[in-house]
């Protein structure tokens, strides 16, 4: 595909540019802070000085040609020949300004929140925040070389993204709406500490009934036992799951067509455990495996890396990051349990628990680790373009569907 080529020439520039731009003073930086309505501009000359202090442009055609004209004066002031932009990504609205940047032969990187964020108190040591101090922060992270790579994905690949970042968003409602029935309605009906009366059980949608288990004894017929406001609140929540279930449905169907016309996608549901709709979000998600150059920058997206907090005589213990894309550690972990279901995955999954005996979370973080592996089979299926060999991962079958 074109686009995957021509992403994988910007993975090549990327890395050029991370090695050097703590060296190199012959480019011009333009620190970008994004903004729903206007951009701020904050342009340098790579460790020598700065350029323009702060420009204020519209988020409109004409003030990226403003932009691009002031960053064009720059240029002959200062002789840079290479133009690179730092930006935070904000929502999308900084998707327009890079797409013109991208197309006028800027080079185009993105800034971590989270490190803009610590960076930007060391700037004069205050704690404010304004959109002309954030962008010379951006600046600043651009002379440092603390930059991440800015993927335009196009085609299927693009399309496959929306799909799934609606999917996220339908399964967060889920998530809510379940929370509302634990902390909120389910209390109201009865103790939670023993199964509610079938009398009033029955009273109860369909889809609330499948979160209750039935009590024992004979079921009961529903017969208006709760009272109306209860009963109204009972069926606006059965409603709402219905309808967000149904989306659920609906999106994870337009997956499969999407994620059928990549070439990884038949690879990925050779492996245990993996489903088409994980397929599609892992492809969704980890975009193109040749981005990464080493299993370990592929771990952090999924923040199952290990760390521990040490200092002094203190060592705390060891944990995953929980940090990169969570959707993505959210598929690896069910590909993990349609995994155990599997004979070779089920001998894995008790090896890795008996390890950990004592331990009251030990099936948990068994596995959270089988998801782990699973990333790396992953990684080696996706890589070698060859489908996914049992007898080299430790005998894990797959099951017949």
């Known amino acids: 595909m074109s ?16 090695a050097t731009l703590r ?5 011009l930086l333009v620190g970008l802070d994004i903004a729903q309505a206007e951009h701020v501009a904050h342009l340098r000359h790579a460790h020598t000085r700065v350029v323009v202090p702060t420009l204020t442009i519209p988020n409109s055609t004409r003030g990226f040609a403003t932009l691009w004209a002031r960053i064009q004066q720059a240029q002959r002031a ?9 930006l935070e990504p904000t929502g999308t609205y900084h998707q327009a300004v890079a797409s013109f940047l991208e197309a006028q032969g800027a080079d185009v990187l993105l800034l971590s929140t989270s490190v803009a964020y610590w960076n930007r108190r060391t700037q004069d040591g205050t704690w404010d925040k304004n959109d002309r101090k954030d962008a ?10 603390k930059v991440l790579f800015y993927s335009q994905p196009e085609g299927p690949l693009a399309e496959l993204r929306r799909l799934v970042k609606c999917l996220r968003r339908a399964r967060g409602e889920l998530a809510a709406c379940k929370g509302r029935w634990r902390t909120t309605l389910r209390p109201a009906l009865g103790p939670m500490g023993e199964p509610l009366p079938n009398r009033l ?22 017969k208006g036992r709760l009272l109306p406001g209860l009963a109204t609140a009972c069926a606006d929540l059965g409603a709402q799951v219905t ?9 994870e169907q337009a997956l499969t067509p999407l994620a059928e016309q990549l070439p990884a996608y038949p690879l990925l ?7 088409p709709t994980v397929a599609a979000i892992l492809l969704a998600e980890i975009g193109d495996v040749a981005w990464f150059t080493k299993f370990s920058q592929l771990r952090k997206l999924a923040g199952l890396d290990i760390l521990r907090v040490q200092t002094g005589k203190f060592a705390g213990q060891w944990r995953i990051s929980k940090c990169g894309r969570g959707l993505l550690r959210w598929a690896l972990y069910q590909a993990a349990r349609g995994c155990a279901r599997t004979a070779g995955g089920r001998a894995r999954l008790a090896a890795l628990t008996a390890k950990r005996q004592g331990d009251r979370y030990a099936g948990l973080k068994a596995t959270v680790e089988l998801a782990a592996k699973l990333l790396r089979v992953v990684w080696g299926v996706w890589r070698s373009g060859t489908p ?10 797959r099951q017949a569907r």
């Open 243 to 251: 309808a967000v279930q149904a989306r659920l449905t609906t999106l």
């Open 78 to 86: 200062t002789g840079c020949r290479e133009v690179v932009c730092g």
């Open 388 to 397: 996914y060999d049992p007898t080299r991962a430790g005998g894990l079958q």
């Open 269 to 275: 549901q050779t492996i245990p455990g993996v489903g």
């Open 23 to 27: 060296t190199n003073r012959s480019r």
């Open 201 to 222: 059980r029955a009273e109860l949608p369909a889809v609330l009934q499948a979160w209750e288990p039935a009590a024992p004894g004979r079921p009961a017929v529903a």
């Open 3 to 18: 686009t995957m080529q021509a992403n994988v020439q910007r993975v090549k520039r990327f890395r050029e540019l991370k």
């Open 136 to 145: 010379a922060n951006c600046a600043d992270l651009l002379e440092q070389g």
